[in-house]
């Protein structure tokens, strides 16, 4: 290394301009917040594992390449010029372009000669993926590799040509039967290092032996997908046609829901029996109602609700949903799913317990589903309008953009299915309005759509066999009626009404007249109202009503009729609020109690009766008022507290304030959930030398302390010890740690 | 966006807006692939089934003519998955074939090889193939050639029969066309029939499907089994045959109950075939008897499941079905498709209506309320007995005479489900009553009379459902009927359809009991035939204006347009 050559990551970040600083923190922000204090804080934040991943997910498998041939080279450095020599199949532009994104993350660094930081040679497990070296997996080498691989038989040169492939891990197979099987000859010859019951490894060294002259395995270059092309007009009419379709079912689901809501499952979600349920009533499969289900919710048209909380109902937002125009009633959908944390097509899969994971179950959620989904569009649209990827071609694209994510792509088929659903994307490519929901968000979206979805009508046409057709989306207003007084038979780009005795009933129920509906149908119909509508109306309005229900709290009747009405009519009885229901019957919405002592006050004998018409002789109870039941008022004032909670209130600020004063030594400060070496290192000296330590603490509950602790262990994050100032023995999680220090004084703090 | 006539709904119905300029280009573009389910006044309602996109195929559409059509017409953007659907469903008839192998016979050969593995791995379809002679075709058994055909239809892999027909025995039949001609539709239904083989022709109720049998046979020249409902149809049949045909009294025989004769052309009717006795079906030499070239099945829609399997057996026969509905109330739709084989010709009602051969019918149903007592006794009766007492109360009496007497000219048919009431009509309305126990020879006779006009009203029960004609029964009146079923509903209202000599208008009177069970089911009713377009009035018994007053019929009937 020559003497100008910056010797850390450090001293080479420092030697960069601010621009590239800058590209530095655009490509990983995760360092960037909160702003480091100085380069050193800067480099060591890089070192950080978890950014260390973030920043390698996001390499394609090329650049992955160029990275693995400076991780396997045996030295640390390998001067740029050589590393077209190491790629021989790589065309220099993309080693290049490789480099270039390399350093800028600052996952590889230096001017002349490239070094790995050391988080990035551990994050990478499997380099090239060649195994690890043999004296890290404890395998003793044969002397003659060459010779050995050479002497195999077909089978067992199979399994270690598989292993030396992508993947240097493989899976033992059974051996039930008495013959050994080739992986386990090998394992015997040491060509196999096993490092767990079931797993095997090759050995690095193996692995460059077979594959001689290509280290590094074949060129990773960038997969040249097969385009789908398609009339950017016909797609959009396409999508226009699944965003129709979607609205209305949508539409339809949430109806159903309104009428009779969906339980709330006591582990969340939405009940088969409900899915079901919909999916009979909506001569649709209970595939498609998880999809809508799911849909409405990410939508936010459908959520928990009612008295106890406890059902799936549409919500407010539902409400004016509907009265938006069809473009951005779809694009709140789109956006809806695009930025949905729940996978839907998780649902109906079996947990490793067998069990089906419902609609709507918390099981589905996936923080990372919103990037999939992102990212999965993205690459579609970067092709001009009319060209897309099938769902093959996306994923072998995206296979290789983010290999490290290989594991995370099984649901972009179903994710690009439900695209197509939903009109953002046809056949693998995208419509105008899904490109607008990219690029643009949910206004873009509905820009995109409108003009190819229809207008909404005004009218219906009736026809005599008693059914109401809607020839196109329904304004707001329209629908809502029809709801009421007829029943949705078949829907998509009409919807077909059927008026029936039960509908008209139901009209009835809900405080429609005769007059009302022949009215509404009048002016709704652009077709003359047929015969047969006009008598059903009044058919059933004739029967409708004919038994009435209420409710009184007690009658008084007599077989006097003459009495009756002289008591309806007798002023003194106005109190008893009574008013006549038939001849010798009259009821009042007051208790008998009372409407008994009116009558009596008024100069009448009545006599109290029973359900079954017996008199009851009660005496008269003293009256008393209603009054406030008791226990009704709720306590005011805060509540008192108890003598052990005084105490250790009282202990908390006594530690914290003994904490405090012992605090002599600089702590060590940290980002909480950060866990840096030097606490580490602070806090194992302090375990093995036994010295207490001052810690900064915050629990489960979010509160920060201020201790000192006696520290006893410290495992698998854990750190162990006995608290002086509250005398008790405790863990400490050391992500929760936020500072430390030791504790320099003769005296530990006694406990007052 | 396009302002086409037709609306595509998610469940795989079709709108079609009548009045639409382009409606009737559409309705020639989607009748191929989507079945005709309503066709009230402004928009009918098209259906798109499986079974329609294969008969469809068969007939030699393509997934994209049919898609095309839907594009095209549409109002709205159609989504793109029920096209996918569409065509996906449509491919799936033909990649099987049967066909006749110089070498192993008959053979079920595909030319994708994944569909046969998924067929020969099917437990329904297995046991029926034979040995494999390559990777794409496999042999089976002529006598399981209908049988096999059924269970790949089930399994969604209906196959297409190239296998061709025997000849059968030849015998010279032509059609006697000196003073009347073939109607173009007959004329396209035959061709469509020959054409494809073998298959079904729908057509109305009087719109001749005799003629299209005769038609067919004339084109068969070879011997013919015919198999009827009933021995009255039969009659009915060979009647047609001597008049507009060259064959005379002797060729064709009759084999009923009564008598068994086997002749060139044969007419059975379904029942004799399927009378068993001891377990065993005894007339199935019948099947036998003769090399037949031809056999023609009329009212598909009614053949009894036991015809269907002895009908697996003679693929190799020229099959014509004729029928004026392929819904089955068994939903055994599938069966004739697979068995006697795809439609071939289809007609709208209304459209051959228009065409004035058969009368337009104006429907009334008319409400008579129950007295006192009727109700009484209807509110505390059991439920079964219910309907009974509504359809047959005597409330109705006095205006089925009126609404008789609101027709006196014509020739009236009293349409009735309950013997009692039948018996009671005639005898109040002074007019005989035909019934199941009523023998053949007195049928024909008073028949015979109402056809000459001798006779002005007769009162039928539910054997006049099938089958029978009578050219000029003009005024049809329904007192009670099966609980409001479809087909009934067809058959009754095919009684007044027959043309009418002067074109005059046929009139379908139903006479029900308000608030009853009887006008619930008149509901069903009442749809059904708004659903076929037909006009459908409600009039109340008291509104019913006899002849010549305000707002009743002329004295007499005008001629319809």
């Given at each position: 290394?020559?003497?100008?050559?910056?010797?850390?990551?450090?001293?080479?970040?420092?030697?960069?301009?601010?621009?590239?600083?800058?590209?530095?923190?655009?490509?990983?922000?995760?360092?960037?917040?909160?702003?480091?204090?100085?380069?050193?804080?800067?480099?060591?934040?890089?070192?950080?594992?978890?950014?260390?991943?973030?920043?390698?997910?996001?390499?394609?498998?090329?650049?992955?390449?160029?990275?693995?041939?400076?991780?396997?080279?045996?030295?640390?450095?390998?001067?740029?010029?050589?590393?077209?020599?190491?790629?021989?199949?790589?065309?220099?532009?993309?080693?290049?372009?490789?480099?270039?994104?390399?350093?800028?993350?600052?996952?590889?660094?230096?001017?002349?000669?490239?070094?790995?930081?050391?988080?990035?040679?551990?994050?990478?497990r499997?380099?090239?993926?060649l195994g690890r070296r043999a004296v890290d997996l404890r395998v003793p080498l044969p002397g003659?590799v060459?010779?050995?691989?050479?002497?195999?038989?077909?089978?067992?040169?199979?399994?270690?040509?598989?292993?030396?492939?992508?993947?240097p891990v493989?899976?033992?197979?059974?051996?039930?039967?008495?013959?050994?099987?080739?992986?386990?000859?090998l394992l015997q010859a040491g060509l196999l290092a096993r490092i767990d019951a079931?797993n095997v490894e090759l050995p690095r060294e193996i692995g460059?032996?077979?594959?001689?002259?290509?280290?590094?395995?074949?060129?990773?270059?960038?997969?040249?997908?097969?385009?789908?092309?398609?009339?950017?007009?016909?797609?959009?009419?396409?999508?226009?046609?699944?965003?129709?379709?979607?609205?209305?079912?949508?539409?339809?689901?949430?109806?159903?829901?309104?009428?009779?809501?969906?339980?709330?499952?006591?582990?969340?979600?939405?009940?088969?029996?409900?899915?079901?349920?919909?999916?009979?009533?909506?001569?649709?499969?209970?595939?498609?109602?998880?999809?809508?289900?799911?849909?409405?919710?990410?939508?936010?048209?459908?959520?928990?609700?009612?008295?106890?909380?406890?059902?799936?109902?549409?919500?407010?937002?539902?409400?004016?949903?509907?009265?938006?125009?069809?473009?951005?009633?779809?694009?709140?959908?789109?956006?809806?799913?695009?930025?949905?944390?729940?996978?839907?097509?998780?649902?109906?899969?079996?947990?490793?317990?067998?069990?089906?994971?419902?609609?709507?179950?918390?099981?589905?959620?996936?923080?990372?589903?919103?990037?999939?989904?992102?990212?999965?569009?993205?690459?579609?649209?970067?092709?001009?309008?009319?060209?897309?990827?099938?769902?093959?071609?996306?994923?072998?694209?995206?296979?290789?953009?983010?290999?490290?994510?290989?594991?995370?792509?099984?649901?972009?088929?179903?994710?690009?299915?439900?695209?197509?659903?939903?009109?953002?994307?046809?056949?693998?490519?995208?419509?105008?309005?899904?490109?607008?929901?990219?690029?643009?968000?949910?206004?873009?979206?509905?820009?995109?759509?409108?003009?190819?979805?229809?207008?909404?009508?005004?009218?219906?046409?009736?026809?005599?066999?008693?059914?109401?057709?809607?020839?196109?989306?329904?304004?707001?207003?329209?629908?809502?009626?029809?709801?009421?007084?007829?029943?949705?038979?078949?829907?998509?780009?009409?919807?077909?009404?059927?008026?029936?005795?039960?509908?008209?009933?139901?009209?009835?129920?809900?405080?429609?007249?005769?007059?009302?509906?022949?009215?509404?149908?009048?002016?709704?119909?652009?077709?003359?109202?047929?015969?047969?509508?006009?008598?059903?109306?009044?058919?059933?309005?004739?029967?409708?009503?004919?038994?009435?229900?209420?409710?009184?709290?007690?009658?008084?009747?007599?077989?006097?009729?003459?009495?009756?009405?002289?008591?309806?009519?007798?002023?003194?009885?106005?109190?008893?609020?009574?008013?006549?229901?038939?001849?010798?019957?009259?009821?009042?919405?007051?208790?008998?109690?009372?409407?008994?002592?009116?009558?009596?006050?008024?100069?009448?004998?009545?006599?109290?009766?029973?359900?079954?018409?017996?008199?009851?002789?009660?005496?008269?109870?003293?009256?008393?008022?209603?009054?406030?039941?008791?226990?009704?008022?709720?306590?005011?004032?805060?509540?008192?507290?108890?003598?052990?909670?005084?105490?250790?209130?009282?202990?908390?600020?006594?530690?914290?304030?003994?904490?405090?004063?012992?605090?002599?030594?600089?702590?060590?400060?940290?980002?909480?959930?950060?866990?840096?070496?030097?606490?580490?290192?602070?806090?194992?000296?302090?375990?093995?030398?036994?010295?207490?330590?001052?810690?900064?603490?915050?629990?489960?509950?979010?509160?920060?302390?201020?201790?000192?602790?006696?520290?006893?262990?410290?495992?698998?994050?854990?750190?162990?010890?006995?608290?002086?100032?509250?005398?008790?023995?405790?863990?400490?999680?050391?992500?929760?740690?936020?500072?430390?220090?030791?504790?320099?004084?003769?005296?530990?703090?006694?406990?007052? | 966006?396009?302002?086409?006539?037709?609306?595509?709904?998610?469940?795989?119905?079709?709108?079609?807006?009548?009045?639409?300029?382009?409606?009737?280009?559409?309705?020639?573009?989607?009748?191929?692939?989507?079945?005709?389910?309503?066709?009230?006044?402004?928009?009918?309602?098209?259906?798109?089934?499986?079974?329609?996109?294969?008969?469809?195929?068969?007939?030699?559409?393509?997934?994209?003519?049919?898609?095309?059509?839907?594009?095209?017409?549409?109002?709205?953007?159609?989504?793109?998955?029920?096209?996918?659907?569409?065509?996906?469903?449509?491919?799936?008839?033909?990649?099987?074939?049967?066909?006749?192998?110089?070498?192993?016979?008959?053979?079920?050969?595909?030319?994708?090889?994944?569909?046969?593995?998924?067929?020969?791995?099917?437990?329904?379809?297995?046991?029926?193939?034979?040995?494999?002679?390559?990777?794409?075709?496999?042999?089976?058994?002529?006598?399981?050639?209908?049988?096999?055909?059924?269970?790949?239809?089930?399994?969604?892999?209906?196959?297409?029969?190239?296998?061709?027909?025997?000849?059968?025995?030849?015998?010279?039949?032509?059609?006697?066309?000196?003073?009347?001609?073939?109607?173009?539709?007959?004329?396209?239904?035959?061709?469509?029939?020959?054409?494809?083989?073998?298959?079904?022709?729908?057509?109305?109720?009087?719109?001749?499907?005799?003629?299209?049998?005769?038609?067919?046979?004339?084109?068969?020249?070879?011997?013919?089994?015919?198999?009827?409902?009933?021995?009255?149809?039969?009659?009915?049949?060979?009647?047609?045959?001597?008049?507009?045909?060259?064959?005379?009294?002797?060729?064709?025989?009759?084999?009923?109950?009564?008598?068994?004769?086997?002749?060139?052309?044969?007419?059975?009717?379904?029942?004799?075939?399927?009378?068993?006795?001891?377990?065993?079906?005894?007339?199935?030499?019948?099947?036998?008897?003769?090399?037949?070239?031809?056999?023609?099945?009329?009212?598909?829609?009614?053949?009894?499941?036991?015809?269907?399997?002895?009908?697996?057996?003679?693929?190799?026969?020229?099959?014509?079905?004729?029928?004026?509905?392929?819904?089955?109330?068994?939903?055994?739709?599938?069966?004739?498709?697979?068995?006697?084989?795809?439609?071939?010709?289809?007609?709208?009602?209304?459209?051959?209506?228009?065409?004035?051969?058969?009368?337009?019918?104006?429907?009334?149903?008319?409400?008579?309320?129950?007295?006192?007592?009727?109700?009484?006794?209807?509110?505390?009766?059991?439920?079964?007995?219910?309907?009974?007492?509504?359809?047959?109360?005597?409330?109705?009496?006095?205006?089925?005479?009126?609404?008789?007497?609101?027709?006196?000219?014509?020739?009236?048919?009293?349409?009735?489900?309950?013997?009692?009431?039948?018996?009671?009509?005639?005898?109040?309305?002074?007019?005989?009553?035909?019934?199941?126990?009523?023998?053949?020879?007195?049928?024909?006779?008073?028949?015979?009379?109402?056809?000459?006009?001798?006779?002005?009203?007769?009162?039928?029960?539910?054997?006049?459902?099938?089958?029978?004609?009578?050219?000029?029964?003009?005024?049809?009146?329904?007192?009670?009927?099966?609980?409001?079923?479809?087909?009934?509903?067809?058959?009754?209202?095919?009684?007044?359809?027959?043309?009418?000599?002067?074109?005059?208008?046929?009139?379908?009177?139903?006479?029900?009991?308000?608030?009853?069970?009887?006008?619930?089911?008149?509901?069903?009713?009442?749809?059904?035939?708004?659903?076929?377009?037909?006009?459908?009035?409600?009039?109340?018994?008291?509104?019913?204006?006899?002849?010549?007053?305000?707002?009743?019929?002329?004295?007499?009937?005008?001629?319809?347009?």
């Amino acid at each position: 290394m020559s003497p100008d050559q910056p010797a850390t990551l450090a001293a080479w970040l420092r030697t960069r301009t601010d621009e590239q600083l800058g590209g530095l923190l655009v490509a990983r922000p995760d360092v960037a917040r909160p702003a480091p204090s100085d380069v050193v804080g800067l480099a060591t934040r890089l070192a950080v594992p978890v950014s260390v991943d973030r920043a390698l997910d996001e390499l394609d498998a090329a650049t992955l390449q160029v990275l693995d041939a400076v991780l396997l080279s045996p030295t640390d450095g390998v001067p740029r010029d050589e590393l077209p020599g190491l790629l021989p199949d790589v065309p220099a532009e993309v080693v290049d372009a490789a480099v270039g994104t390399l350093t800028t993350r600052a996952l590889l660094w230096g001017d002349a000669d490239l070094h790995a930081p050391e988080p990035v040679r551990r994050a990478v497990r499997y380099p090239a993926g060649l195994g690890r070296r043999a004296v890290d997996l404890r395998v003793p080498l044969p002397g003659d590799v060459p010779g050995t691989l050479s002497g195999l038989d077909p089978e067992e040169r199979g399994v270690l040509e598989r292993l030396s492939a992508d993947r240097p891990v493989g899976h033992l197979p059974d051996s039930t039967g008495g013959a050994l099987t080739p992986a386990r000859r090998l394992l015997q010859a040491g060509l196999l290092a096993r490092i767990d019951a079931v797993n095997v490894e090759l050995p690095r060294e193996i692995g460059l032996a077979l594959r001689g002259d290509r280290p590094l395995g074949p060129p990773r270059l960038r997969p040249e997908p097969e385009i789908t092309r398609r009339d950017p007009a016909v797609v959009d009419r396409q999508a226009a046609g699944a965003a129709l379709e979607v609205i209305g079912r949508v539409t339809d689901v949430l109806t159903a829901l309104e009428e009779e809501p969906a339980g709330l499952l006591r582990s969340g979600g939405l009940g088969v029996r409900d899915q079901k349920r919909l999916a009979k009533e909506l001569k649709i499969g209970e595939g498609d109602v998880a999809f809508l289900v799911e849909l409405a919710h990410a939508a936010g048209l459908l959520d928990v609700g009612g008295a106890q909380r406890d059902e799936w109902l549409p919500t407010r937002g539902y409400d004016a949903w509907r009265e938006q125009d069809l473009p951005d009633r779809w694009a709140v959908l789109a956006e809806g799913w695009l930025t949905s944390v729940r996978l839907i097509s998780l649902v109906g899969q079996r947990d490793v317990a067998g069990k089906a994971v419902n609609v709507l179950s918390p099981d589905t959620v996936r923080q990372t589903a919103p990037a999939l989904r992102r990212s999965a569009l993205a690459v579609l649209a970067e092709f001009p309008p009319g060209e897309g990827l099938t769902s093959p071609e996306l994923v072998t694209l995206l296979r290789w953009r983010t290999p490290r994510r290989a594991d995370r792509l099984s649901p972009v088929p179903d994710l690009l299915a439900e695209a197509g659903r939903l009109g953002i994307a046809v056949g693998g490519v995208l419509s105008t309005g899904g490109r607008g929901l990219l690029t643009g968000g949910e206004d873009a979206a509905g820009d995109g759509m409108r003009g190819l979805l229809p207008e909404p009508v005004d009218h219906v046409l009736a026809q005599p066999d008693l059914s109401l057709i809607a020839p196109g989306p329904l304004v707001a207003e329209l629908a809502g009626t029809l709801a009421v007084v007829a029943d949705v038979e078949s829907s998509g780009g009409a919807t077909v009404y059927r008026v029936s005795d039960g509908s008209i009933r139901r009209a009835l129920d809900a405080g429609w007249s005769a007059a009302d509906l022949h009215d509404f149908f009048t002016r709704a119909s652009r077709t003359p109202v047929p015969q047969a509508l006009e008598y059903l109306v009044d058919d059933v309005a004739r029967q409708h009503g004919r038994l009435r229900v209420g409710a009184i709290e007690c009658y008084v009747r007599s077989d006097d009729h003459g009495l009756v009405s002289q008591v309806l009519s007798d002023r003194r009885t106005a109190n008893a609020e009574l008013r006549r229901l038939a001849p010798g019957v009259l009821v009042s919405g007051l208790p008998a109690d009372e409407v008994l002592s009116v009558l009596r006050t008024a100069g009448y004998a009545p006599a109290g009766e029973s359900s079954g018409g017996t008199v009851l002789t009660r005496p008269k109870a003293p009256s008393r008022a209603a009054g406030r039941r008791p226990g009704s008022t709720a306590p005011s004032g805060p509540r008192r507290m108890a003598p052990e909670d005084v105490a250790a209130t009282v202990r908390e600020i006594r530690a914290g304030d003994a904490a405090l004063a012992a605090r002599r030594t600089e702590p060590v400060r940290q980002v909480p959930g950060v866990t840096t070496a030097s606490t580490l290192e602070l806090l194992s000296r302090a375990v093995r030398e036994g010295l207490p330590i001052w810690l900064g603490y915050i629990d489960a509950q979010g509160s920060g302390s201020q201790r000192v602790v006696q520290p006893v262990s410290l495992v698998g994050g854990f750190l162990q010890g006995f608290d002086e100032g509250r005398g008790e023995s405790r863990t400490f999680a050391v992500h929760r740690i936020t500072s430390v220090a030791l504790v320099e004084s003769e005296d530990t703090p006694a406990p007052s | 966006m396009s302002d086409g006539p037709l609306i595509v709904q998610s469940d795989k119905t079709l709108l079609l807006e009548v009045d639409h300029p382009q409606s009737k280009e559409c309705r020639a573009a989607i009748a191929p692939f989507a079945e005709l389910e309503r066709s009230p006044e402004h928009v009918h309602t098209y259906r798109i089934t499986p079974l329609a996109l294969w008969n469809a195929r068969a007939a030699g559409h393509d997934a994209e003519q049919v898609v095309d059509a839907l594009v095209r017409f549409s109002r709205y953007p159609v989504p793109h998955a029920l096209l996918v659907d569409v065509a996906d469903t449509m491919d799936r008839y033909g990649r099987l074939t049967l066909a006749n192998h110089p070498v192993h016979g008959l053979t079920l050969t595909s030319t994708d090889k994944a569909v046969l593995e998924e067929v020969v791995r099917s437990k329904r379809v297995a046991p029926m193939l034979g040995a494999r002679i390559d990777a794409d075709s496999i042999v089976v058994h002529p006598s399981e050639r209908g049988r096999l055909k059924q269970a790949l239809l089930k399994v969604g892999w209906p196959a297409e029969d190239l296998a061709g027909y025997v000849d059968g025995q030849a015998h010279p039949i032509d059609l006697a066309q000196d003073d009347w001609h073939l109607r173009d539709y007959q004329q396209e239904a035959v061709d469509g029939f020959w054409a494809g083989g073998s298959g079904v022709v729908v057509l109305p109720c009087g719109a001749g499907k005799t003629l299209v049998g005769a038609a067919a046979m004339a084109e068969a020249k070879a011997t013919t089994l015919i198999l009827v409902t009933n021995t009255v149809s039969g009659r009915q049949w060979k009647r047609e045959l001597i008049a507009r045909t060259s064959l005379t009294e002797e060729e064709i025989g009759e084999y009923s109950g009564e008598r068994k004769e086997i002749r060139p052309v044969t007419i059975a009717t379904y029942q004799v075939i399927t009378t068993r006795r001891k377990g065993e079906y005894r007339h199935l030499d019948l099947f036998d008897a003769q090399d037949w070239g031809l056999i023609v099945y009329d009212e598909v829609h009614l053949l009894p499941a036991p015809i269907f399997r002895l009908t697996a057996d003679l693929q190799s026969r020229r099959r014509l079905g004729l029928t004026a509905t392929l819904v089955r109330e068994d939903g055994r739709e599938d069966d004739v498709f697979s068995l006697i084989g795809p439609k071939r010709y289809d007609a709208p009602w209304r459209d051959i209506e228009a065409q004035g051969y058969i009368a337009p019918a104006e429907c009334v149903e008319v409400r008579v309320s129950l007295d006192d007592e009727e109700r009484m006794t209807y509110a505390v009766a059991e439920p079964e007995e219910r309907y009974r007492i509504a359809a047959t109360a005597q409330s109705k009496l006095p205006v089925i005479r009126r609404v008789l007497e609101r027709h006196p000219e014509e020739q009236k048919l009293v349409i009735g489900a309950y013997l009692d009431q039948l018996d009671e009509l005639g005898a109040a309305l002074d007019a005989p009553v035909i019934q199941g126990s009523t023998t053949n020879k007195e049928r024909e006779r008073l028949f015979q009379a109402f056809r000459t006009g001798e006779i002005k009203t007769l009162v039928v029960s539910k054997v006049a459902n099938f089958s029978i004609d009578l050219p000029e029964a003009a005024v049809a009146v329904q007192v009670s009927g099966t609980f409001g079923s479809r087909q009934e509903e067809a058959q009754r209202l095919g009684r007044v359809l027959r043309p009418k000599a002067d074109g005059r208008q046929a009139h379908f009177y139903t006479v029900v009991s308000r608030d009853t069970l009887d006008s619930e089911y008149a509901a069903h009713r009442q749809r059904f035939l708004a659903e076929q377009g037909y006009a459908y009035t409600i009039v109340d018994a008291a509104d019913l204006a006899g002849p010549g007053e305000v707002n009743g019929p002329d004295w007499v009937d005008e001629p319809a347009d």
